[in-house]
């Protein structure tokens, strides 16, 4: 069923430009199938709204791998009040450095970043 459930998602995540999955109830578990989207050569996911779920600086490093792979499409990325902290944005950062090309926008507001983040 999971297994099921996973090559769904991925399915339908990889046909659409544009998702809103802001106040889901999404975790740190379910950027992993997030990041398989970003590094597909088949998708075609530009703009992901991720507000106000529990990610976290361990969903937020998932994201990162996805970021940081050549494939990756994504032109803009919301992450409001996801509780990322400077780990978080160390992640995000470095993913940035790897692959600069893609993305313009990316919405920390409302996290906790710390002094460095």
Do not use: I
């Not at 088949?42 to 969903?59: A, I, P």
């Not at 803009?76 to 600069?100: E, F, I």
């Not at 919405?107 to 983040?117: A, E, F, T």
Request: proline letters at 3%.
């Amino acid at each position: 069923m999971r297994v099921c459930l996973f090559v769904c998602l991925h399915a339908c995540l990889c046909v659409w430009s544009v998702h809103r999955l802001g106040w889901c109830n999404l975790t740190e578990g379910c950027c992993d199938v997030l990041a398989s989207v970003l590094r597909s050569p088949h998708s075609e996911l530009s703009d992901l709204e991720l507000r106000d779920n529990e990610l976290q600086d361990s969903g937020v490093r998932a994201l990162s791998a996805g970021l940081e792979d050549p494939h990756c499409k994504l032109h803009r990325m919301g992450l409001s009040g996801c509780r990322v902290t400077q780990r978080g944005c160390d992640s995000l950062a470095s993913a940035l450095c790897s692959n600069p090309s893609h993305l313009r926008e990316l919405d920390l507001r409302y996290n906790h970043p710390g002094d460095s983040g």
